[in-house]
């Protein structure tokens, strides 16, 4: 695996129920695999030394949360007050569709789109709630961090579970590293065409 990142422009991590999907199953295995030391040194080369593009979706938001590449850019131990994802709040798993509204053109993963546009995706997971002290809120946001957030029909960000299906801080629904060419989502972007909902 680290031969063909060496070899690689983009490295994405799906979702997916891998490991059942149990307690940080998918996310903690998938960042176990990457904490092998020859794949590690791959992927910071990837992002150092070649300009690579990374992309966690769910699971594979999860992986990269615990890998420390999200928020901090880098492959590094977490502390105690590191960001995190969680279990949703409402106790169980959740499959639907919700809007989402992009925050920041920061990074490359979002240079088709715009800040303020606002997109139909599909939800599914049961730890999808992410959680980070306000000086990590505040950070994320001052740095154009925060790219998307769940919002309401009038754009809005908002706590409330119909809108905010796994009650994220802030309605944080993906976020990226300082330069943008990390970025981790809850929402299944992946998820398009026809007979998908």
């Known amino acids: 695996v680290a031969k063909a990142v060496e070899n690689s422009q ?4 799906p979702g997916g129920f891998s490991a059942g999907d149990e307690p940080d199953g998918s ?22 030394e070649r300009d690579g593009l990374i992309l966690g979706i769910c699971n594979g938001f999860q992986a990269l949360i615990k890998l420390g590449l999200l928020p901090y850019g880098q492959i590094q131990p ?9 279990f949703n709040r409402i106790g169980r798993h959740i499959s639907r569709m919700t809007e989402t509204r992009i925050v920041s053109g920061l990074s490359p993963w979002l240079s088709l789109v715009q800040p303020g546009d606002v997109h139909t995706i599909a939800v599914s997971h049961g730890e999808g709630r992410l959680v980070a002290g306000r000086a990590h809120l505040e950070r994320l946001a001052a740095n154009g961090q925060i790219a998307t957030q769940y919002v309401n029909a009038a754009g809005n960000p908002s706590m409330e579970i119909a809108i905010n299906p796994n009650g994220s801080d802030w309605a944080i629904e993906g976020i990226t590293s300082p330069d943008g060419r990390i970025f981790g989502k809850m929402g299944h972007s992946e998820r398009r065409g026809r007979d998908v909902a």
């Open 78 to 86: 977490l502390t105690e007050d590191s960001p995190t994802l969680t």
């Open 27 to 48: 996310g903690k295995f998938i960042a176990a695999f990457f904490h092998n030391p020859r794949l590690a040194h791959a992927v910071m080369r990837l992002l150092k």
């Open 10 to 13: 983009i490295l994405m991590l």
